[in-house]
């Protein structure tokens, strides 16, 4: 484990045990939720999420390391009301060109639910909004803290979703391009490496 991975992750997990001391000594009204961000199509991206729940509020804190550095990461929520969303496994690849796109990975994780923006809308018409999602430092750590409002329906079933993060620089050439893996099938206008998906972590509630 780098260095940069162990610091990333041991604020991940202090982070994670401060949120909760807090919300359970806030009283019941608060719950918390986390997800382990596990790394999707060799991005060796590792991350942590901690979201506070108040009725409908979401207090949202993630910390990744191992993104593409300087680059900027769409992240949403992604599930399926009617079943508990999974992360996908190389098996989901359907073109067999040994990753798995965004659409490939539906079946598992479901629709984008939330789009995880550092401003405005955060439905899921801000899916490929670029210019407000984060971008991660020189070193590939991307942090992320923002509270918002969701729909009832998201608010309930948040424990049965998942959270990915995209964007993968499959040719470490510091951007995204079109020579490692062509057109996004989201949008022909971006390269797939712009949208596929860096890593994935199901939502658990915790206790």
Known sequence: MSKKLGFAL???VALSLSLVSVAFAQ?????????????????GAHGHAVIQKEGRKL??????????????HAQHIHGMAQAISEC????????????INTAE????????????TTRGDTSP????????????????????????SVSGKVARNLGKFAIVQH???LNHNG?????????????????????????????????
């Open 88 to 99: 996908p496994t190389l098996a989901a690849d359907q073109n067999g060109d040994r990753l």
């Open 10 to 12: 041991l604020l991940a």
């Open 27 to 43: 009283g019941t009204t608060q719950k918390v939720f986390m997800a382990d961000l596990n790394p999707l199509n060799r991005s």
């Open 105 to 116: 990975g539906l079946p598992s994780y479901g629709p984008i639910q939330v789009s995880l």
């Open 175 to 207: 951007r995204y391009d079109f020579r490692s893996a062509g057109k996004s099938e989201l949008d022909p206008s971006l390269p797939q490496e712009a949208t596929i998906p860096a890593n994935c972590g199901v939502i658990d509630r915790v206790g």
């Open 167 to 169: 964007g993968v620089d």
């Open 59 to 72: 207090d949202t804190k993630i910390v990744t390391s191992g993104m593409a550095p300087e680059l900027p």
């Open 125 to 148: 018409a801000s899916a490929l909004a670029v210019k407000r999602f984060p971008v991660a430092d020189s070193s590939g750590l991307l942090r992320y803290e923002r509270d918002f």
